[in-house]
């Protein structure tokens, strides 16, 4: 069995779970986000494209309904003992084999928690779900419950975001030979993926995110490959993962002579990192961290070239993307705690210059200072 964890440690997220059922007076709920299941149970796969839930009632037990395809991949990953398979067919409904299977489990009438916010339920599944469920019993929003004890992390859990951090400055060393006049962005991308399964690690959640010249000003990943110009600018957001755990890094590097700029943009990203690295401790909130990425960028006239968030928290992710719900931007009121790990990342995009620079890394928090989890300085990379 491919397990990641101890058992007891299972039993131990199991029992924070049912505590916060029960303090929420929920005899049910229906995890949707694959992320919720692998944390829970150790549940592994990309099935979530298809309709599966994995049943969790007040007393522990749980239950999940999936297709066949998944039947073997949940026993051979996961703690998970009972195991229902839904059959693939001509007008299928699986929200009526749920409701089926619901009332045999004695939840008719029962107050069931639903993870709406993921990508583990389409819109069209949850509509049938509402429609099946809204006179079966009491239905409410429990999308964030999960997510929210995922937040911290345990030891064993702190020792994969670890690995994934070195697997992510292994990608940067492999890459940074390839950064240079007539480089091509294609074998960047290899060598940078390819150091992460060299070193055990995963895929990550989403792609690589790679672009030179004016699609250094992107964040996101585009499909198509360049060769560097004699001077020209990369912009690399990447991750290491390990046991789907991730740690990301950012980094726009300059080619040939940096400009007056770039050098600019770099020393204002640096300035922010700092300052936010002042406030990434216990007693602030995430509200507050992206308050100062916003101060300092603005005091500088960086305000309409930033973005309106500086970062988010980070875990074992899936497809389509590692970013986790909680995130750096204005207001949000959640607290930071030690053992999470948080990716802060500046980003500023002048498309009036065409100039690109970007800084990211991850931190694991604590009770004082924050620990950076890369070997790397912060820089600016000149190639």
């Known amino acids: 069995m491919a397990l990641h964890f101890e058992r007891g440690e299972y039993a131990d997220r199991l029992s924070k779970l049912t505590a916060r059922m029960q303090a929420e007076k929920l005899d049910a709920l229906l995890l949707f986000a694959q992320e919720s299941m692998y944390w829970l149970t150790g549940y592994d796969t990309f099935g979530y494209c298809f309709f599966q839930t994995l049943i969790v009632k007040a007393d522990g037990s749980m239950t999940l309904l999936t297709r066949s395809a998944d039947l073997r991949q949940a026993r051979q990953t996961s703690v998970i003992e009972n195991i229902v398979v839904w059959v693939d067919r001509v007008n299928a409904d699986p929200t009526l084999d749920l409701k089926n299977l619901l009332s045999d489990m004695d939840l008719l009438g029962a107050k069931i928690g639903i993870e709406y916010d993921t990508h583990g339920i389409t819109g069209r599944v949850a509509r049938l779900l509402d429609s099946q469920l809204s006179t079966f019993g009491q239905i409410s929003d429990a999308s964030y419950l999960v997510s929210r004890l995922r937040l911290v992390k345990s030891p064993a859990e702190l020792a994969y975001a670890r690995r994934a951090a070195e697997l992510a400055d292994d990608a940067l060393d492999a890459a940074l030979p390839l950064i240079r006049a007539g480089g091509d962005e294609a074998e960047i991308l290899s060598a940078m993926q390819g150091a ?188």
């Open 196 to 383: 992460v399964f060299l070193g055990g690690g995963d895929y990550p959640a989403n792609e690589f995110i790679i672009g030179s010249a004016e699609d250094a000003l992107l964040c996101r990943y585009k499909s198509g490959r360049r060769k560097l110009d004699e001077t020209d600018q990369l912009t690399l957001e990447w991750a290491g993962a390990s046991a789907h755990y991730h740690a990301a890094m950012m980094r726009t590097i300059v080619v040939g002579e940096a400009s007056m700029r770039h050098r600019e943009l770099h020393k204002a990203c640096l300035e922010t990192i700092k300052a936010i690295e002042e406030v990434l401790v216990p007693g602030h909130t995430f509200g507050d961290v992206f308050d100062t990425h916003a101060r300092i960028l603005d005091e500088r006239g960086l305000s309409r070239h930033r973005l309106n968030a500086c970062g988010y928290s980070l875990g074992a992710r899936f497809s389509p993307s590692w970013m986790e719900h909680q995130m750096f931007h204005f207001g949000n009121p959640q607290d930071i705690l030690p053992d999470m790990t948080l990716f802060v990342h500046m980003i500023i995009m002048d498309s009036e210059s065409g100039t690109a620079m970007t800084l990211g890394q991850t931190y694991q928090t604590t009770e004082a200072a924050p620990l950076s989890l890369s070997r790397h300085t912060l820089d600016l990379i000149i190639r």
